[in-house]
């Protein structure tokens, strides 16, 4: 399955690779955010925006509501559980 997980980009870590920092439930991880840069939102318009992720990578900029529903729905089916342990897992080291 494909799941998409709302955060929040709190800093751009790597402007050359067009990296930032994104907040999942209190997990900060580091993704690439080209996909929702443009000539109208720069990367460092992003700060601040909440997210759709998905494998390292937001996907597409959404706004508060609808990330707070999106992660209340997906707590309610179980799913951002797993994700976000998956998450977590893998920044150990």
Do not use: Y
């Not at 907040?23 to 939102?41: M, Q």
């Amino acid at each position: 399955m494909c799941l998409g997980i709302p955060g929040q980009v709190v800093e751009i870590s790597d402007a050359t690779r067009k990296l930032g920092m994104v907040d999942v439930s209190g997990i900060k991880r580091e993704v690439n955010l080209a996909c929702i840069v443009n000539e109208d939102h720069s990367l460092d318009d992003c700060v601040g925006d909440w997210v759709l992720l998905h494998v390292g990578f937001a996907m597409s900029r959404i706004d508060e509501k609808e990330a707070a529903l999106t992660m209340k729905v997906l707590r309610e089916l179980g799913e951002a559980q797993e994700e976000i342990e998956s998450m977590r897992l893998s920044g150990q080291k």
